[in-house]
């Protein structure tokens, strides 16, 4: 991910810079992609400067606007064209799926993880005593450290987490409390749990990696 958004960054600022008048804009977005793909690099997952309660801060969205409007309407147009439900149980206390609206939100939580670092929540949601916030870049992944904190911090009772899609991140995050409570003994069978209950779910190489340090770090305790 980090290698493919410094390309594209690179390439639209080369094409604004090539191209001038209105396209000239491009070197805008190019940049933002350019910083995203650093920040991936680097795990910044922090780069949007997203805010405990959910929300972006003005300098973010002066900063990134071409980007994150190119985010939303892609968000939009998957969920228009996907036949996918916006959220699957797990187990009784254990509920995953992509991020909400406002209106789809139909179910109390003692938990509601928003893991995406791009987006701000609704609102209406951000409101929710329930709410949490730990941003994760796309296709990204935290520390085994700053996920087991994370995962401590949980009250008892129900909790729904969510990405974007809710298949990278949700997976990650999901599978580490389903390994810290014992309902799954090792990622392998926690996956299997999750792509049962929903399909799209996929780790990539450095979520795989996060949550094995993860697994291998409670088996030490």
Known sequence: MSYLNTLIGVLLIAVGLFEGGW?????WLGGDFLVL????????????????DGSLPLWSWVAFLPLLINTYVIWHLIQLFSREAVKHAVTDQLVVGRRLLASELDEDFDNYVDLTAEFSEPRAIRRCAAYR????????????????????CLRPGKTFIHCAQGHGRTGLFALAILLKSGKARTPEEGLRMLQKARRGIRLNRAQRRCVEAFAQNLAVK
């Open 23 to 27: 396209v000239v804009l491009a070197i």
């Open 37 to 52: 793909g650093i920040a991936h690099a680097v795990g910044a997952h922090g780069v949007f400067g997203k805010r405990p």
């Open 133 to 152: 916030s730990f941003p994760i870049l796309d296709a990204g992944a935290p520390t085994p450290a700053a996920l087991a904190e994370e995962v401590a």
